[in-house]
């Protein structure tokens, strides 16, 4: 009996190895999102903090990539990373390495953005296929990005991008325990970064239409603003649907630029 334990246990153990080993991968792959929300299951989110290559795609050049960075979620949000289900696979028609940038978004904003740094020096030390990136963040994750585009030094060409970003400050804003909020009416990005920040009409966007004043109305040194239209291939562009949006810009600059 004692026998027939051991090796139901040591099944067991083999088992749930091999299922943990697939939830620790690095790699999202391609074909294992989900695009459909009642069916998502949080695998684009549900990794560790870092870089987190994308693959299952085929990659005609190395020579430029891309780096996506996710916003806020609340507690209990069911579905998060869902928003990037249909522009990841937008982006990978690009042919380009693609990375998600996995991060704690109850961590100060500005410890992230000094970390995305650290962890891009890595990242390229590892790469030096790579002569340029492109670093897109959505909503929070566009606060970081562009707390990192102010703090990047480097000569290595940054192409930055902050899609529906509240980078003004607000009264709802999330206060942090252990740092300022890092968010001001101007931003002084680096010379050595091409920044372009992607705003939603307001009345229109789901988290910003409650408040007085539009979030995303900040001044820039070195940086470009945009205002998204109101539809875009007959959908309404909100909040979320602003990535895809922007992804389709993007793609098609690139394409062009071949």
């Known amino acids: 009996m004692s026998l027939i334990i051991v090796v139901k246990f040591t099944l067991c153990s083999l088992i749930l190895g091999l299922i943990s080993a697939k939830n620790d991968t690095?790699?999202?792959?391609l074909t294992d999102i989900i695009s459909d929300k009642k069916k998502y299951d949080e695998y684009i989110i549900n990794r560790s903090i870092g870089f987190h290559e994308?693959?299952?795609?085929?990659?005609?050049?190395?020579?430029?990539?891309?780096?996506?960075v996710h916003g806020f979620y609340p507690l209990g949000w069911r579905s998060k990373g869902f928003e990037w289900a249909e522009p990841i696979k937008n982006f990978s028609k690009a042919?380009?390495?693609m990375w998600l940038y996995r991060y704690d978004w109850n961590q100060c904003p500005s410890i992230t953005a000094m970390q995305i740094n650290s962890d891009l020096a890595t990242l390229l030390e590892k790469n030096k296929h790579l002569e340029s990136l492109i670093i897109i963040g959505h909503s929070f994750g566009g606060l970081i990005v562009t707390l990192f585009s102010e703090s990047w030094e480097s000569t290595f060409p940054i192409n930055a991008h902050a899609?529906?970003?509240?980078?003004?400050?607000?009264?709802?804003?999330?206060k942090y325990?252990?740092?300022?909020?890092?968010?001001?009416?101007?931003y002084n990005i680096s010379k050595n970064v091409e920044y372009k920040q992607?705003?939603?009409?307001k009345d229109q966007d789901g988290i910003f239409k409650r408040l007085n004043n539009d979030p995303q109305v900040v001044t820039f040194i070195n940086g470009k603003t945009t205002l998204l239209p109101k539809r875009w291939k007959s959908t309404r562009v909100g909040h979320n649907f602003s990535i895809l949006v922007v992804s389709d810009i993007i793609l098609s600059?690139?394409?062009?630029n071949k």
Not at 26 to 29: A, G, H, L, M
Not at 55 to 64: A, K, L, P, R, V
Not at 177 to 186: A, D, G, I, V
């Open 198 to 201: 992607w705003r939603t009409i």
């Open 253 to 256: 600059d690139l394409q062009k």
């Open 54 to 68: 994308i693959t299952g795609f085929e990659q005609s050049d190395s020579s430029n990539g891309i780096i996506l």
């Open 177 to 186: 325990l252990k740092c300022e909020n890092p968010k001001k009416s101007k």
């Open 163 to 174: 899609i529906a970003s509240g980078l003004a400050k607000s009264k709802f804003d999330r």
């Open 26 to 29: 690095s790699e999202i792959f």
């Open 95 to 97: 042919g380009l390495p």
